[in-house]
C-alpha cells in the first residue's frame, strides 16, 4: 500500500476523511516548504558565484596594483639616478661658467654657452623634482587601493565601501591573513572597528552569502492539535512520508 491509497483507505473509515484532509495539508506544506528552501539555495548559489567573481576580479586588481607600483619604483630609481648624475653635471657646468667668467679672452656667445647649459639643467632638475613628487603620490594612491583590495579579499569586505569608509587617518595593514584598521597608536581589526565605528554600514560593508542549509524534518514552530493527529496518523501507517514535489 502506497501513500495515495493509504489516504484512500483512511477516508473510507468512520472520522477518518478529516484526518486524511489534515495529512494531505500537512504533506502539501512540506511541499511548499520544500519548494521554498529549493529556491533559496539555487539564490544562494548564484549569490556564491557572484562573490566568486567579484573576489576573482579583485585578485586580478591586486596584481595590476602591484605590477604597476613595481614599474612606478623602477621609473623613480631610474629618476633618481638621473638626478644625481644631472646635479653632478650642473655644480661642473657652474665652474665652467665662473671659469669663463674669469677668462680675458672670453666673449658673449662662449658666456651665454656656459649659461645656457647652466639653466638647462637647473631645469631639467626640477622637472625631474616634479615628475618624482607625481610618482609617489600615484604610488600612495596605488598602495592604498592594494591595501583596501587585499583587505577586501581577506575579510569578504565590500571594496567600494570600504574605500569610501577609510579616511586619510586610516592606515590599513594585513598580517598574518588578518586585515587591521591602524588610527594613530590604536590598532583594531577590521571587523571589530567596524562594528564600533561604522555600525550602521556594517550590512553594506560585509554582504556575506551565508551557507545554504536544506531543512532537517518538519516546519519549524508549535504543534496543533490537527497537526499532533496528522503526525501521529503518519507515524502509525509509514512512518513520516517522503514529500512528493
Same mark, same amino acid.
Given at each position: 500500500m502506497d501513500y495515495t491509497q493509504a489516504l484512500g483507505w483512511l477516508d473510507e473509515q468512520e472520522g477518518g476523511k478529516d484526518v486524511g484532509e489534515a495529512i494531505r495539508?500537512?504533506?502539501?506544506?512540506? #511541499?511548499?516548504?520544500?519548494? &521554498?528552501?529549493?529556491? !533559496?539555495?539555487?539564490?544562494?548559489? %548564484? /549569490?556564491?558565484?557572484?562573490? #566568486?567573481? +567579484? @573576489? /576573482?576580479?579583485?585578485?586580478?586588481? &591586486?596584481?595590476?596594483?602591484?605590477? !604597476?607600483?613595481?614599474? @612606478? /619604483?623602477? &621609473?623613480?630609481?631610474?629618476l633618481k639616478s638621473q638626478s644625481s648624475d644631472l646635479h653632478k653635471q650642473l655644480q661642473s657646468a657652474k665652474t665652467e661658467l665662473e671659469t669663463e667668467?674669469?677668462?680675458t679672452t672670453a666673449t658673449e656667445t662662449s658666456l651665454a654657452e656656459a649659461q645656457t647649459k647652466v639653466t638647462t639643467l637647473e631645469t631639467q632638475?626640477? +622637472? &625631474?623634482?616634479?615628475?618624482?613628487?607625481?610618482?609617489?603620490? /600615484?604610488?600612495?594612491?596605488?598602495?592604498?587601493?592594494l591595501g583596501v583590495t587585499e583587505a577586501a579579499t581577506l575579510s569578504g569586505a565590500q571594496p567600494k565601501v570600504l574605500q569610501t569608509l577609510l579616511k586619510d587617518e586610516h592606515q590599513i595593514v594585513v598580517e598574518n591573513e588578518k586585515v587591521f584598521v591602524v588610527?594613530?597608536?590604536?590598532?583594531?581589526?577590521? !571587523?571589530?572597528?567596524?562594528? %564600533? #565605528?561604522?555600525?550602521?554600514?556594517?550590512?553594506? @560593508?560585509f554582504q556575506g552569502v551565508p551557507s545554504p542549509r536544506l531543512p532537517e524534518g518538519g516546519p519549524k514552530g508549535s504543534e496543533t492539535a490537527k497537526g499532533s493527529v496528522v503526525k501521529k496518523t503518519l507515524s502509525h501507517l509509514y512512518g513520516t512520508p517522503t514529500a512528493k514535489v
Open positions: 495539508a500537512h504533506v502539501t506544506g512540506l #511541499n511548499k516548504e520544500a519548494q &521554498n528552501w529549493r529556491q !533559496r539555495f539555487k539564490g544562494a548559489t %548564484a /549569490e556564491q558565484a557572484t562573490v #566568486n567573481t +567579484e @573576489l /576573482e576580479q579583485l585578485r586580478t586588481e &591586486n596584481a595590476q596594483y602591484k605590477t !604597476r607600483i613595481q614599474t @612606478l /619604483e623602477t &621609473n623613480e630609481t631610474e667668467k674669469g677668462k632638475i626640477t +622637472e &625631474n623634482v616634479q615628475k618624482l613628487t607625481t610618482l609617489e603620490s /600615484e604610488k600612495q594612491t596605488l598602495a592604498r587601493s588610527v594613530g597608536e590604536t590598532r583594531s581589526e577590521l !571587523r571589530e572597528y567596524a562594528d %564600533a #565605528n561604522w555600525k550602521a554600514f556594517v550590512p553594506a @560593508l
